[in-house]
């Protein structure tokens, strides 16, 4: 079974920080990418920033230059450091994998539950 947990939101003050932590397990399948999605209020669910099995990232425009991805394979977690923080930050942010079953070499986007991110002006 797949699950991904995320953890780290909360409320910040715009100019602060926050560092948002996915633990996952994936014991059965190889990690093709892994990364952050968001999804503010009454927009589209958009990328933020991705890793991917070479270990190349890349960001959203929007958040390139504060925000950084990162991965700890010997904890099965993934980090997003986020900082100078903006009110337009303010977002539900998802931990999401593209996943391939060892077993069956079948492909799926998985997905944690989401955690808040508010930025106070």
């Known amino acids: 079974q797949v699950q991904l947990v995320e953890s780290g939101g909360g409320l910040v003050q715009a100019g602060g920080s926050l560092r948002l932590s996915c633990v996952y397990s994936v014991s059965t399948f190889g990690i093709n990418r892994i990364g952050w999605y968001r999804q503010a209020p009454g927009k589209q669910r958009e990328l933020v920033a991705r890793i991917n099995s070479s270990g190349d990232t890349n960001y959203a425009d929007s958040v390139k230059g504060r925000f950084i991805i990162s991965r700890d394979n010997a904890k099965n977690m993934l980090y997003l450091q986020m900082n100078s923080l903006k009110p337009e930050d303010t977002a539900v942010y998802y931990c999401?994998?593209?996943?391939?079953?060892?077993?069956?070499?079948?492909?799926?986007?998985?997905w944690g539950q989401g955690t808040q991110v508010t930025v106070s002006a």
């Open positions: 999401n994998a593209l996943l391939t079953e060892v077993r069956t070499g079948i492909t799926r986007i998985y």
